[in-house]
Structures are given as C-alpha cells and as structure tokens.
C-alpha cells in the first residue's frame, strides 16, 4: 500500500512515520508539510521521500493509495473529505471529527465514495492492553465485574486548550476506545473534569469517567496532565480474582528517545520483566508475560483492508462509538448528571 502522511508534528513524525517503515506491507511515497523547520526535520529523517505543500499536491502528483492525516484536530475534517473526494482511502487520527454526528457524516461519505475510513486508535496496540486482552480471552479473571483504566502524565506543555483541545479528546478518545474494545458497548457515562483556564481558553486538564457497559461491566478511566505525576495503570476485577499492571508505555518511550521499531523488530513493544502484570487468585500471585506492543501492525491490517476489502482496523463506525462516550462524558462533567447512550 502507497501512503502519504499529511502533517509532521509530533504525532505524524513519532507515532505514523516510524511505524509505516516499519510495517512489512506499506511504502512511505510522501510527506505534506510547510513550516520551513518542518520541512527540514523530514528532509533530516527521510532524504528520499517526497515533500509537498499541501494534500492537494500530494495527490495530483498520484501513485497515492491513502493518506494518514495527522494535522491538528480543528484541521482533519475538511482535509479527511479532501482525500475522500479524491477516492483515496484514509486513516484519520484521533478524534478524527468535532463530535458523534460530524463524524457520522465524515463515513457516510467514505461509504458513498466506495472509501475505507479508519481512525488511528493504535493504543489498541500497546503492550499492556494487549496482556489484559489474553488474560481477558483466556478467562483467567472468571466473570469480569469492573475495570480500572489511568493515564497520568507529567506533559502541561502538551495540554490543548480551546474547543478542539482538552484532555478528553487527547487520552480521553484512547482510554475510551481501549475500554470498549476490551467490554463492549456503554449505556450510561457519568464524568467529572479537572479545569484550568490557558491563555487559549478554559479546557479540561484531568478527568475521571465512570462508564457501565452493556454486559453489566463497570469501567472506570483516569487522566491528567498537570499534576506532576507519570502513572499507567490496569486494574481488573473478576470472580476468579484480580489482575494488575503498571507499564511503562514502552512504545512511546521509545519513539520519543529516537528509536525505530525496524531498527529492533524482534524485540520491540515488549514491557520489561519488572513491570508485567500480576495475576492475584486462589492459587496466589503469578507474573504475566508481556504481550508485544506494536502499533505497525495497524498499518499492517489496514494495507490488508484496502487490498481485499475486508475492515479496518479500527472502524469509523467503532471511533463513532468512543466520540458518542466522549460527546456524553463532556455534557456530564459539565451538567452534573449521567448519560444514557441509546443503543444501535
């Protein structure tokens, strides 16, 4: 699969670009950017690799099969329908649209188009999700009765403000999406935020989301920013026991630090052995081993989407599913009230 990335900020030059080398199916044909820096840092990191002033650009000079849209959240709407227009497939970040129903209307235009449209909810794909996963499959927890979900980072730089911004649609859109990919559908949100005023604006810089799921699950998800405090934490709860993980979010550690996973194939996204899960029951306390986290293998199921036509990885209608839990969370923190979700 030929893919542009559009955009080469942090999240287009960390956590698309490395990992669409890295994944076995894909070839990177060019990166949009205009900054003069911007420019110079993927000159810097890429010296092969096409650079154009704008989507518009990439595509009229065509050998593209999809786009990443990576730019900032008030942006990716009119550049995601761009690229739809122009019949290439799209992978849009997340949240890839200002709320349920604009994203709604975003994949009904994929969907006229003859379009696949997938949202970058690769948190999916980290090691520590994966490991509650299999524990999960494998019903070592027995009937699952409540999950614990918290993401504290030490980042205020990091923190958004304004209408687009907020802590809600940074972590918030993936602790929401992890937690429906692991329980299923949500009924009900009730959620409290943290709030601070920026020069930008008010915005929230903590939240707390309590979310009971269809099966009767009960979740509970964290996060702040300002707080000075760096945690990830899994906890959940079952008749058979309990099972706990504190990782070190291994892959963005890394790419941060400067490392490729095609540099280590072998042996990337793997939590080391001092911060693997423990699995509390009857017969005790066992370490579980680490899964591999590995965000490429998204861009490996998409390229295998587009080439058969099978889903994405991650859909639109399931990123519709977190921005309607999103969308919820906000008009409850700032209500002071639960919220029903309607089914379907």
Known sequence: MRIGVV???????????????????????????????TIAKVHQDLPSTPVFPSLTAMLAAGGIDAVTITTPPQTRRDLVKEAVAAGVHVIADKPFAEDAGSAFELAQAARDRGIILGVYHNRRWDADVLTLRRVLEEGRLGKIWRLHSRMDLDQPASLEAGPTGGLLRDLGSHLVDQTLWLLGPVVSVDAQFD??????????????????????????????????????????YGAAGAYVSRSTDVQ????????????????????????????????????VPSEQGCYHAYYEAFSKAVRTGSPPPVT????????QVLDAARISATEGRSV????G
Request: glycine share 10%; charged share 15%.
């Open 7 to 37: 955009g080469y900020g942090t999240g287009g030059r960390h956590f698309h670009v490395p990992f669409i080398l890295a994944a076995s199916t894909v070839d990177l044909v060019g990166v949009v950017a205009r900054a003069p820096d």
């Open 195 to 236: 709030t601070v005023t920026l020069a930008a604006g008010q915005t929230d810089a903590g939240f707390t989301i309590s979310l009971r799921h269809e099966s009767g699950v009960h979740s509970h998800l964290s996060a702040s920013k300002l707080n000075h405090v760096s945690t990830r934490e899994l906890r959940a």
């Open 252 to 287: 963005a550690q890394a790419v941060v630090a400067g490392r490729r996973p095609l540099d280590q194939m072998a042996s990337w996204g793997f939590e080391p052995e001092a911060s693997w899960g423990v699995l509390h029951t009857s017969q005790g306390e066992v370490s």
């Open 316 to 323: 639109a209608e399931e990123a519709i599913a977190a921005l």
């Open 340 to 343: 029903r979700i309607a089914s």
